[in-house]
């Protein structure tokens, strides 16, 4: 079980939570129980959703394992230029 901060809008979509715990092993893991439990995160997470970990961004690398303990935010995908 991991605890995940969700920045910005994406707490909307979890009912108005800032944090949630997710029963994850990999960000892929974590991304396909998002969408299970909060069906407003697919269109979000096509589009990409940054994860950090304990301050490290990650893009487009699914399979990076999430350690316990570790301070996981999830970040929208910023647009604009």
Sequence with gaps: ??????????????????????????IRELFRKLAEQYPGFEPYIDRGIAVAIDGVIYRDTWSKELPQGAEIFLLPRLAGG
Excluded: N
Aim: charged share 25%.
């Design 1 to 26: 079980m991991v605890e995940v901060t969700l920045w910005g809008s994406l707490g909307a979509i979890a009912g108005g939570k800032s944090k949630v715990e997710i029963e994850a092993k990999d």
